[in-house]
């Protein structure tokens, strides 16, 4: 059997948090002019909620990691507790690339990996860097890995019966 090596790794990009970055920051904002403008020191103690959130966002995105090898597909995720998926590439479908303007502004895009896995029919990596690229080298290594194990995916469709040979 071959040796299985890393072909790609990534993670997803905090960008796809913005939004909610920004909210958080506007929150802590309203927090610190409402205790100003109240003269109350105390209300400064309400700008943990939004420094809390904006903590716990920023460490589930960190923890979420794809790998990519000659073998497997691999999403990890999970602060304290970790959960690990693979995917055999062999059971790799289909796989689709999306960029969003914003998205495309900064390298970033998403890859849909839809597989005949039973408990991972779909794998969406969000906003992960250089996603052509990872896409493409996920092609060729799925390509790869069918070859290797001697899969092929057989596509049955049904065929209108007037077109059959009589």
Known sequence: MPEETTLWKGRTSQLVYFWTYLLWLLMAGGIAVGATLALN??????LIVPFIGIVARWLVTRSTAYELTTQRLRKTSGILSKKLDELELY?????TLEQPVLLR???LGNITVI?????LPM????????????REKLRAAVEAERDRKRVRDVEFTETDSDNSPH
């Open 91 to 95: 059971r790799v479908k289909d796989s």
């Open 105 to 107: 502004m900064f390298g």
């Open 115 to 119: 597989s005949s896995d039973a408990t």
């Open 123 to 134: 794998l969406v990596m969000s906003a992960v860097p250089a996603a052509y690229e990872a």
């Open 41 to 46: 020191p105390l209300i400064y103690a309400a």
